[in-house]
């Protein structure tokens, strides 16, 4: 297919790479900050512009990647009947496209995407569409970089994804952060944590977490939870954390007992 | 070596696995339940004991694996002078083993370890010892086990590595939970989300956490928080841990940028 990305930051970077290595054209790169989209663009030995006037028409479809609050704006400069366009934001309705095209969708990376990732991650898709002409291209489109099956989130399911999503990812890569901050302030090596954590997560493969939970608060171990809350004085934001998850992970147990 | 393991749990049968894997010898397994004790000792072609009266003297090594509490219970039972006895566990002082030899320390693996495990993980193993001899046969099994650098720990640093654990491996695997137990309930499939888990662990490698910090709560995208709280007000509990690591996030960040 041939492809017009409409943006120049992680997702549309990562997404235009994994289009390109699964065999379509990046025909043009729009990007409001000119050298950031030629910068793409070159990569792609493809041509680049930030003028709305001179975006292509001619492309099979147009992915807006920019953020939540851009696509917006986007909408407003956009005409291009005819033809199928996706935006691929969690948070945002399909419907905000609607005034540019009756072919409109959404094309949803449930991953975390970054412009300095060396290699290309695996990235479930989860698509929405207007009519059906949209959801065939957006669907193959889907299907040639993604090896799963590929799956439907209306606007609601997506949020709800993205939910999902922020606990799994933003809220665990905080714990690592404050983890290792802790670690620096006591003279600790956090990279000796990381064989654990691994093991933490290969383990989703075969067991499911609410049957994989160990540790000092599902063993109810009083005396080690004052312990650790005792050497935690002088980290109190890491201590409030330790706090509310020690709860919770009782309240969890306590409520499948029952 | 020759080692006898006391303890018939997950870190007795993971860490035996593990010595033997290395070319030691388990001669004797003690376990309270003998049942348990035979069945591992069965695995490693050995004898076993429910009987504190009948356990080896000659082994190069005695490692008692059993919970916190009981690890007093044991040291009041065993009396091995000159022989090297270690425990494993992260919160318990190394000197509840004093009086059953003068070479005693601590074995501490920093990884969760389940017997049910089909391949046996990288163990960062930790030793703190009484003298010199304990030390040198403890920091010989550990690097036997043990790519890395083995590290010591006294029991204020175990303590703490134990406080960094919980955190990167209870609290991460409890939010798993959560997100699990959420998209069960909202009908979305839990497996969709791995890759994105395991490109946030993969990212550690090389990226600090707290500048691979990405999600609404860092970027301050109140409009999408407001939403996801909005969505969040038919699961309490999840809803509670959403807005306590929202705020602990921003509150970094502003620490950070101070």
Redesign the interface.
Same mark, same amino acid.
């Given at each position: 297919m041939n492809i017009v990305i409409i943006g120049t930051g992680n997702a549309a970077t990562v997404l235009a790479k994994k289009f390109v290595a699964a065999g379509h054209h990046i025909i043009q790169v729009f990007g409001r900050d000119l050298h950031a989209a030629s910068k793409l663009a070159y990569e792609f030995d493809t041509e680049s512009t930030n003028y709305w006037s001179v975006i292509r028409k001619d492309a099979d479809v147009y992915i807006i990647a920019v953020s939540?609050d851009a696509i917006t704006e986007v909408a407003r400069h956009l005409q291009l009947p005819g033809r199928v366009v996706a935006h691929t934001a969690g948070?945002v309705s399909k419907d905000v496209l609607k005034a540019i095209s009756s072919h409109y969708g959404v094309f949803y990376p449930?991953?975390?995407l970054?412009k300095e990732m060396s290699t290309l991650?695996?990235?479930?898709v989860f698509i929405d569409a207007s009519d059906e002409k949209a959801k065939d291209v957006l669907n193959r489109l889907a299907v040639s970089i993604s090896p &799963?099956k590929i799956?439907l989130a209306n606007d609601q +399911?997506r949020?709800? =994804?993205?939910?999902?999503?922020?606990?799994?990812?933003?809220?665990?890569?905080?714990?690592?952060?404050?983890? &290792?901050?802790?670690?620096k302030k006591?003279g600790? +090596?956090?990279q000796? =944590?990381?064989?654990?954590?691994?093991?933490?997560?290969?383990?989703?493969?075969t067991v499911?977490?609410?049957h994989?939970?160990?540790?000092?608060?599902?063993r109810n +171990?009083q005396?080690?939870i004052d312990?650790?809350l005792q050497?935690?004085q002088s980290h109190p934001?890491?201590k409030?954390?330790?706090e509310?998850?020690t709860n919770?992970?009782q309240?969890?147990a306590g409520s499948s007992n029952n």
């Amino acid at each position: 297919m041939n492809i017009v990305i409409i943006g120049t930051g992680n997702a549309a970077t990562v997404l235009a790479k994994k289009f390109v290595a699964a065999g379509h054209h990046i025909i043009q790169v729009f990007g409001r900050d000119l050298h950031a989209a030629s910068k793409l663009a070159y990569e792609f030995d493809t041509e680049s512009t930030n003028y709305w006037s001179v975006i292509r028409k001619d492309a099979d479809v147009y992915i807006i990647a920019v953020s939540d609050d851009a696509i917006t704006e986007v909408a407003r400069h956009l005409q291009l009947p005819g033809r199928v366009v996706a935006h691929t934001a969690g948070s945002v309705s399909k419907d905000v496209l609607k005034a540019i095209s009756s072919h409109y969708g959404v094309f949803y990376p449930l991953q975390s995407l970054r412009k300095e990732m060396s290699t290309l991650p695996e990235i479930p898709v989860f698509i929405d569409a207007s009519d059906e002409k949209a959801k065939d291209v957006l669907n193959r489109l889907a299907v040639s970089i993604s090896p &799963e099956k590929i799956m439907l989130a209306n606007d609601q +399911d997506r949020r709800k =994804l993205h939910i999902a999503a922020v606990v799994v990812s933003n809220f665990v890569n905080h714990l690592f952060a404050l983890a &290792e901050d802790y670690c620096k302030k006591e003279g600790l +090596d956090f990279q000796q =944590l990381l064989p654990l954590i691994e093991e933490t997560v290969m383990r989703l493969k075969t067991v499911s977490p609410k049957h994989a939970q160990t540790g000092p608060a599902i063993r109810n +171990d009083q005396p080690t939870i004052d312990q650790h809350l005792q050497l935690l004085q002088s980290h109190p934001q890491l201590k409030k954390i330790y706090e509310l998850m020690t709860n919770s992970i009782q309240s969890s147990a306590g409520s499948s007992n029952n």
